[in-house]
């Protein structure tokens, strides 16, 4: 089972990733240096992705995504 935890709530809108909100500095809506290829390449689960938030400059591996959210390696709630 995957825990909630450890989940990211995510939006795409015109061809960007969001997040609502940065688990990290909690600033709104943040702009992921993702492309909705790559988040479909997660959901896949062929290979992991590490992010760098643009807020605050923290890294963050990605695992997994569903059509919801991304799973990341480490809690975030």
Known sequence: MIPFRH???YDIVMNDV????CPF????????PLKPEQVLELRG????????FPCCGT???????????LLADRPLR
């Open 59 to 69: 890294r963050l591996r990605l695992v997994d995504a569903d059509s919801d959210y």
């Open 45 to 52: 689960g062929v290979r992991k992705r590490a992010v760098v």
């Open 18 to 21: 969001y997040v609502p909100e």
């Open 7 to 9: 989940t990211l709530p």
């Open 25 to 32: 500095c909690r600033r709104a809506q943040v702009l992921m």
